[in-house]
C-alpha cells in the first residue's frame, strides 16, 4: 500500500534552518504531484508548497522566498528546505500525495521554532 513517511523535523531557533524530508513507497513516485502541509495547535491544515511531476512549484506566500520543496525521482522522496524559521512557522508538517481517487498522507514530523 501507499506509504508516505516524513523525517527531518525538530526544535530551531528563529532564524534558523530545517530540511524536511518524505519518503514514498507502493507508488510510482515520479508521476505523482505532491505537497507539503502544516498544522499549527488550533488552526486548519494549510498548504505549504506542492510540486508537480515536472517540477512546477507551488508556495504559500508566508513561505514564498523562504522555503524551497524539490524532489529526487531515484529516491522516491520530496524535500523541504525551511530558511529562515519564524516562530509562526511552528507546526506539524505533512507530506501528501492526492489522486482524484485517494489521498494519502504521512504521520507528520513536528517542526517548533522558538524565538
Known amino acids: 500500500q501507499v506509504q508516505l513517511v516524513e523525517s527531518g523535523g525538530g526544535l530551531v531557533q528563529a532564524g534558523g534552518s530545517l530540511r524536511l524530508s518524505c519518503e514514498a513507497s507502493?507508488?510510482?513516485?515520479?508521476?505523482?504531484?505532491m505537497g507539503w502541509y502544516r498544522q499549527a495547535p488550533g488552526k486548519q491544515r494549510e498548504l505549504v508548497a506542492w510540486i508537480s511531476s515536472g517540477g512546477l512549484t507551488v508556495y504559500a506566500e508566508s513561505v514564498k522566498g523562504r522555503f524551497t520543496i524539490s524532489r529526487d525521482n531515484a529516491k522516491n522522496t520530496m524535500y523541504l528546505q525551511m530558511n529562515s524559521l519564524k516562530p509562526e512557522d511552528t507546526a506539524v508538517y505533512y507530506c501528501?500525495?492526492?489522486?482524484?481517487?485517494?489521498?494519502?498522507w504521512g504521520q507528520g514530523t513536528q517542526v517548533t521554532v522558538s524565538s
Open positions: 507502493g507508488i510510482i513516485f515520479s508521476i505523482n504531484a
Open positions: 501528501n500525495r492526492n489522486t482524484p481517487t485517494s489521498d494519502t
